[in-house]
């Protein structure tokens, strides 16, 4: 699995990165400070919602 540091990780002090990896179907993630530990995955649409989501601004979870 080939690791890469988001787009979206604060350039600030390095200390708040996040790394994506791209897997069949579905994006993981880490955080890049410790990464032998916990990863999570998401399938490849949700996650795609997620960053437009965040890209928007929005917060909020969506009504269910």
Known sequence: M??????YSDG???DTCVEVATLPARI???D?????RATLS???P???ALV???KSGGSRSPRM
Request: aromatic share 12%; hydrophobic share 40%; proline share 8%.
């Open 46 to 48: 949700a996650f795609a």
């Open 42 to 44: 998401f399938p490849a």
């Open 28 to 30: 993981a993630v880490r």
């Open 52 to 54: 437009e989501r965040l």
């Open 12 to 14: 600030g002090e390095g």
């Open 2 to 7: 080939k690791w890469r540091k988001s787009t």
């Open 32 to 36: 890049s400070k410790a990464p032998a």
